[in-house]
């Protein structure tokens, strides 16, 4: 099941070509059939098994055909000209350098941003909730993209950040009683600590093993949010407190000595108060985090990352401090992942240990990868589509992870780069 | 703590650790010929538990009433079905890939692994699912209130792994596809250079790490007899804790790796604390990255450009 095809001289008539794509096609209805046969044709109920043999056949009838067209279509000129360019394209990892006449969309942004501001005042509950979600996954698609799509550090336990930023901000309420605005930086603090603690050692060494070390985190954070009942609650969770504005509370009656918004402004009590207020204050801390992140992109240690992405090697021949380097981009990430973490726990009220899984990381990873590795509006984009995408098609939930997988591995092997090509800002030679 | 509680941990943990080291040898040959870690590895593991209980109920309703024959059927067709898993992504997924940066066949890894968890999910239904228990017999050894079990899956689950690790020794010793494996792994441009057909030695590889996780998800569901389609990933993670434990790359160091992990864990839930035995060994992983990065038996690493 290679894309490429064994190569024909050029010789080859339209029958050999014929020959060797029904051979193909042979080839991967057998294997099909016997990877897909038993696992997804033969069910276990209980100790028995139930015969649904009719869909693996149904499904390597559509690979083997799948493979037919495919190995005709790659022999007529136009797919000849596709996998060239497929080849020529392949190697190529460069960067496209964004020289200044292309840098005149500032308009749109703005009419972009007043959009955003005035969006969930024509949004009713349910519309806004998916929202709210949307911004959460965009603020930690861009703490990813800081890790992995900028600096190259795959982190499978990002996850993990979130999770400090949700139960700081409900653990410091209930022990505490501190409040979301103090939790906000004290969580993005105690993130950052977190990855530095995990990083420091980490880092220094072969960059896979980072991998499965964040992994590992992850899965402690969550275990630890499990067994540690006395503090956590374990399993049954924790509720965390909802926002304020300067005192006033977004619900229908005020705890002791507490005033709610409503009362204060004059207006009847709505409950969508309370989730238009997150939305906005969601929506201004992702709009200044995608300008940081795109200011340091500019900045030395943004160039860093990318060069240490590129070529650590050479960067450490350079002169560049490679563990510092990776540290500043590994707690910048954790320290977005935290804020991300007191934002979901403020809007969801209660939070469990099963909101932190890997699966959760894998859609924050399928996101950036999505979005292109570095590229900003691409990885903001493709948090969108991720999150608004499946509360359209209720009826594939289940399909969800499936297709982020297909999507993981199809993006890298078509487009490393992702969808979006990420450019930067350079010397254009062509323009001085 | 009582003599008796102690080994039978000890027993558990010699168990549990064979398994690790079949499941870390897939990690360590393939993160020592190709240099990745192959994300996949632990799902294939869950794949081949799920064909053993297929298996096991396709032999039993076809009315075969031979338990040493359904049970080495059993093993031929997990490991055979395992194998084509292990060739197909490792052509799927991680071949077009060949010679592109450093963090594409890692993301490629993962999505493989969300598929086939998914998949299995989707296609058997995510409740935990289980064989009968068919080998009954135990051993015991002590009085009646103080005594040490061991029963004969567990005797096998030893005895199986260390013989396929003598064979797999013997194979990559003494075989000149063993020979071609090594030269493979010392440099995969001078072996091609050389007339080796990397790629089908690449492909190999993952059909032997394929075939003996299988071996273990086998032995692992006669042992336990439940699993769901989660397993992969919490057992991948520790194997390969075992593969960096041993030092990564070195098959013996596999093994090794496997049974200290899996003795100091059993250790761990017996004596410390059960709830937190995973958190135990992920640490452990941590630390020995931290410490000894090349692990109890490997070679030091050095970067070249």
């Known amino acids: 099941m290679s894309l490429t095809p064994t190569p024909l001289t050029s010789a080859a008539g339209p029958t050999a070509v014929l020959r060797q794509a029904v051979l193909e096609a042979a080839a991967s209805f057998v294997l099909a059939l016997l990877l897909l046969g038993p696992i997804v044709g033969l069910v276990l109920d209980g100790y028995q098994i139930k015969n649904e043999l009719q869909r693996p056949l149904l499904i390597a009838a559509l690979v083997a055909l799948g493979r037919f067209l495919f190995t005709l279509a790659l022999h007529t000129p136009s797919g000849r000209f596709w996998l060239e360019r497929f080849s020529a394209h392949r190697g190529k990892t460069a960067i496209l350098v964004q020289s200044d006449s292309d840098r005149q969309h500032h308009g749109w942004l703005l009419l972009l941003f007043i959009a955003g501001l005035a969006l969930p005042f024509l949004a009713n509950k349910y519309a806004l909730t998916v929202l709210i979600q949307a911004m959460i996954y965009v603020l930690l698609g861009l703490g990813l993209n800081i890790v992995v799509g900028l600096a190259g550090l795959l982190d499978l336990g990002y996850v993990a950040f979130y999770a400090v930023g949700a139960y700081g901000l409900a653990l410091g309420a209930q022990y505490l009683d501190i409040g979301f605005w103090t939790a906000l930086p004290l969580a993005a603090l105690l993130a950052a600590l977190f990855g530095a603690l995990l990083g420091f050692p980490v880092l220094r060494m072969h960059g896979d093993y980072l991998a499965i070390v964040t992994l590992g985190f992850g899965e402690i954070i969550r275990l630890v949010l499990n067994n540690w009942l006395s503090l956590t609650g374990g399993p049954n969770g924790i509720a965390a407190p909802a926002p304020q504005l300067f005192g006033l509370e977004f619900s229908r009656s005020a705890r002791e000595g507490g005033l709610p918004f409503h009362e204060y402004f004059q207006l009847a009590y709505n409950p969508l108060h309370r989730f238009i207020f997150i939305y906005l204050v969601l929506f201004l801390v992702v709009c200044l985090m995608a300008l940081v992140v795109n200011r340091l992109r500019n900045m030395p240690v943004g160039r860093a990352w990318e060069a240490l992405r590129e070529d650590e090697i050479a960067c450490r021949a350079l002169g560049i401090n490679h563990v510092l380097v990776k540290l500043s981009a590994f707690m910048m990430g954790a320290m977005v992942g935290g804020i991300a973490g007191v934002f979901f726990a403020t809007y969801q009220g209660f939070i469990n240990p099963a909101s932190f899984n890997f699966f959760e990381s894998a859609l924050i990873l399928a996101i950036v990868v999505l979005g292109g590795l570095g590229s900003t509006s691409g990885v903001i984009l493709a948090a969108l589509v991720l999150t608004i995408l499946p509360e359209v098609l209720r009826a594939f939930a289940d399909y969800r992870v499936f297709a982020f997988g297909v999507l993981m591995v199809l993006m890298m092997i078509w487009r490393p780069r992702g969808l979006i090509q990420p450019r930067r800002r350079a010397f254009d030679v062509e323009g001085l | ?305």
């Open chain 2, 1 to 305: 703590m009582d003599w008796h509680i102690l080994a039978q941990q000890l027993v558990n943990g010699l168990t549990l650790g064979s398994i690790y080291g079949l499941i870390a040898i897939g990690y360590t040959m393939v993160y020592g010929i190709i240099g990745m870690i192959n994300f996949a590895h632990g799902d294939v593991y869950m794949v081949s538990a799920y064909l053993t209980a297929i298996c096991l109920a396709v032999l039993f309703s076809c009315g075969i009433d031979s338990l040493p024959f359904a049970l080495l059927a059993t093993l031929v067709a997990a490991m055979l079905i395992t194998a084509a898993y292990g060739w197909t992504i490792e052509r799927i997924a991680y071949r077009p890939l060949r010679g592109s940066n450093r963090l594409a066949p890692l993301i490629s890894a993962i999505g493989m692994s969300l598929v086939l968890q998914n998949g299995v999910q989707l296609s058997q239904g995510a409740r935990t699912q289980g064989v009968p228990s068919l080998i009954p017999a135990t051993l015991r050894f002590g009085d009646e209130e103080t005594f040490v079990q061991i029963t004969l899956v567990q005797v096998m689950i030893v005895v199986v792994s260390l013989a396929s690790m003598a064979l797999l020794h013997w194979l990559i010793g003494r075989t000149t596809l063993g020979r071609q494996c090594r030269a493979t792994q010392q440099d995969r441009r001078m072996a091609a250079i050389l007339g080796i057909d990397t790629d089908r030695i690449i492909s190999t590889v993952f059909v032997i790490g394929a075939a003996m996780a299988a071996i273990a998800g086998v032995l692992v569901t006669l042992n336990y007899g439940s699993f769901d389609f989660y397993i992969g990933f919490v057992t991948g993670i520790k194997a390969f804790t075992a593969a960096v434990l041993g030092g990564i790359g070195s098959l013996p160091g596999a093994m090794l790796g496997g049974l200290i992990l899996g003795l100091s864990e059993a250790l761990f839930s017996g004596m410390v604390n059960t709830d937190y035995k995973d958190v135990f060994a992920f640490s452990l992983l941590v630390l020995v990255l931290i410490f000894r990065p090349t692990g109890l038996l490997g070679k030091p690493e050095v970067e070249k450009v």
